[in-house]
C-alpha cells in the first residue's frame, strides 16, 4: 500500500520509505520488488536503483536510487564511479512502450529532475514519460539555434527562461546532465539545489541526439525549476490505444 503515498499530499519523505521500506524489504525477502517494478544492484545498494510505476499514470515511471540521496544537489553525484542514473532512466521506456503496447517514438519522450524547490519528495527521482506537445512542437522549431555549447534558448518555454545544449549520441549513457550544468555554471552542490534538469530525445539529419534543458529558480516569476512542467504524464502525445 505504500506506494499510494507518491499521489496526493504524499509527506517529503513517502517516496524514500516505498523504496526503502517497502520494496527493498520485499525483494531481500521474497525476490519480488513489489510494489516497484524493479530494483538493480549489481554493485550493492550504494550503487542501485529502483524503478516505481505512478499508480496513477501509467506512463509515467520513476528512477529512484536505492542510496539515500536527496535530489540534485546530493555531493555524491559528482564522486567518481557514480552509478549513471540518467542513463539508466532512459532505458525506462521500454516499460513505457510495454505498457502502451506498441512502441513509442524517442521523440515524444523526456527525462527530468527537479530543484530542491520545486520537487515534492526529498529522495533523488528521475521522471520519465511523454513531452508535452507544444514543448515538442517548440523544441523541433528551436533545435537549428542550439549548439553544442550552453546558451539561452531563443524564447522562452513554458514562460520561463531556460539554457540548452545537445549531445550527440544515441544513448543518454555517459551525458551526466546534472555535471554538465554545474561545470558550465560553475556550481557547488549547494548551489544546484535551485536547478532543475531535462533530458530530450531529438535527431539532427539522420543523426540520433539529446536536448539538455536546464532553469533555475527565480530566473522568471513563480519559476521553482519543477521540470518535469515538461513532461506530460497522462501521454496525450501517444494515439490512443483504447479500442485495442
Not at 100 to 111: F, H, I, S, T, W
Not at 151 to 161: A, F, G, I, M, V
Request: glycine share 6%.
Amino acid at each position: 500500500m505504500g506506494i499510494f503515498m507518491l499521489v496526493g499530499c504524499a509527506r517529503s519523505d513517502a517516496l524514500w520509505g516505498v523504496v526503502d521500506k517497502v520494496c527493498m524489504t520485499n525483494y531481500q525477502q521474497t525476490s519480488s520488488p513489489a510494489p516497484c517494478q524493479q530494483i538493480y544492484m549489481p554493485e550493492g545498494k550504494a550503487h542501485g536503483f529502483s524503478v516505481i510505476q505512478n499508480p496513477r499514470y501509467p506512463y509515467h515511471f520513476i528512477l529512484v536510487p536505492t542510496e539515500k540521496l536527496s535530489g540534485i544537489e546530493s555531493p555524491e553525484l559528482a564522486a567518481e564511479g557514480r552509478t549513471d542514473y540518467f542513463g539508466y532512466a532512459w532505458l525506462m521506456r521500454r516499460l513505457l512502450a510495454y505498457q502502451y503496447g506498441a512502441p513509442v517514438p524517442d521523440d515524444r519522450l523526456g527525462l527530468a529532475i527537479n530543484s530542491a524547490y520545486g520537487r515534492s519528495q526529498n529522495q533523488l527521482h528521475i521522471h520519465l514519460t511523454c513531452l508535452r506537445e507544444d514543448v515538442r512542437r517548440q523544441m523541433l522549431a528551436e533545435r537549428p539555434f542550439i549548439t553544442e555549447e550552453w546558451q539561452p534558448l531563443p524564447d522562452k518555454l513554458l514562460r520561463y527562461t531556460w539554457y540548452a545544449r545537445r549531445v550527440m549520441q544515441p544513448t543518454v549513457m555517459g551525458i551526466d546532465p546534472i555535471n554538465s550544468v554545474a561545470s558550465h555554471f560553475h556550481l557547488t552542490p549547494e548551489q544546484l539545489a535551485e536547478w532543475g534538469v531535462a533530458v530530450i530525445p531529438t535527431t539532427y539529419g539522420k543523426q540520433k541526439g539529446f536536448i539538455l534543458l536546464t532553469t533555475k529558480r527565480g530566473w522568471d516569476r513563480n519559476n521553482r525549476a519543477s521540470v518535469e512542467a515538461l513532461l506530460d504524464k497522462e501521454c496525450a502525445i501517444l494515439p490512443s490505444r483504447s479500442s485495442d
